[in-house]
T-cell receptor, first 113, second 114 residues
Framework: KAGVTQTPRYLIKTRGQQVTLSCSPI?????VSWYQQTPGQGLQFLFE???????NKGNFPGRFSGRQFSNSRSEMNVSTLELGDSALYLC????????????FGQGTRLTVV | KQEVTQIPAALSVPEGENLVLNCSFT??????LQWFRQDPGKGLTSLLL?????REQTSGRLNASLDKSSGRSTLYIAASQPGDSATYLC?????????????FGKGTLLTVNP
């Protein structure tokens, strides 16, 4: 069974640009969550999607957005990139039953220059 | 607001030693607690998942305990090996609604020396 797949693995963008990251969850998983990991703040929750609906949102500016498609694949978008957006972005997928835990992808390393 | 703390922040031990990593959380109304391992620059690998009604879970040389009332969990690693070197993270999911949000601690960086 394939795991969570995130693409691309690495990105370098210029300040002011926008970026789109992609996440394909484990087959059968309908919940996809996104997290930002930085050395200073650790892992912080961005948002969670379930059946194409955003159910939870973390404390991030509106420049961070996401969506989920009917096949449960998810994308997150960051507009008007800032240097502080440089981070490892991790996607997690879960079954409809949250008691089964979360499974993470390898992440996308975003560097803003 | 749920807060998760992990102590120590870093730990260095000789190979073969048994060790304990600690995790505490401020709100005991959790649904479950999950321990993860993260290698440098990589994603998170799930190690153990403990439901709020459970006291412990075991997988190989790993044993995780949960004391929900006191807001604590420990991860015990037996007979540590250099391959165990990584950052270990604990995360809780709060109960109530359909909340899939994980709240993480900052992690414990473990180094096992040959």
């Amino acid at each position: 069974k394939a795991g969570v797949t995130q693409t691309p693995r690495y990105l370098i963008k210029t300040r002011g640009q926008q970026v789109t990251l992609s996440c394909s969850p484990i087959s059968g998983h309908r919940s996809v969550s996104w997290y930002q990991q930085t050395p200073g703040q650790g892992l912080q929750f961005l948002f969670e999607y379930f059946s194409e609906t955003q159910r939870n949102k973390g404390n991030f500016p509106g420049r961070f957005s996401g969506r989920q498609f009917s096949n449960s694949r998810s994308e997150m978008n960051v507009s008007t990139l800032e240097l502080g957006d440089s981070a490892l972005y991790l996607c997690a997928s879960s079954l409809w039953d949250r008691g089964r835990g979360a499974f993470f992808g390898q992440g996308t390393r975003l560097t803003v220059v | 607001k749920q807060e998760v703390t992990q102590i120590p922040a870093a730990l260095s031990v000789p190979e073969g030693e048994n060790l304990v990593l600690n995790c505490s959380f401020t709100d005991s109304a959790i649904y479950n607690l999950q321990w993860f391992r993260q290698d440098p620059g990589k994603g998170l690998t799930s190690l153990l998942l403990i439901q709020s009604s459970q006291r412990e879970q075991t997988s190989g040389r790993l044993n995780a305990s949960l004391d929900k009332s006191s807001g604590r969990s420990t991860l015990y690693i037996a007979a540590s090996q250099p391959g165990d070197s990584a950052t270990y993270l604990c995360a809780v999911t709060n109960s109530g609604g359909s909340n899939y949000k994980l709240t993480f601690g900052k992690g414990t960086l473990l180094t096992v020396n040959p």
